[in-house]
């Protein structure tokens, strides 16, 4: 699996100033307050082992979004979606109902 996740990467990897723009958005940016006021259905997925954005976040994250639906998937990581495609593909089809 991290053979192809290099691979697959390797083939449009991020420039390295395109990386450092991103870093400083996230960094700079926070709508934090104004979560609050999002009223349209919101799905929130993290990995319980993910160590670059602990899911500790998306609790924090979906707390403030009313009637936000949180989904911990068990042994993801930050690259969840790579480690569990299907589980998270049907965790977005319930979502949106289909």
Known sequence: MIEDIVQRYSIAPTPPRAFASQLQGIMSWSDYPRLG?????VLVITGDQDILIPPENSSI???AIPGCRLV???GGTHGAIAQFPRDIAN???NFLDV
Do not use: D, R
């Open 72 to 74: 911990v998937i068990p």
């Open 91 to 93: 965790e977005i089809l």
């Open 61 to 63: 994250l979906a707390e």
């Open 37 to 41: 006021e999002l009223f349209v259905p």
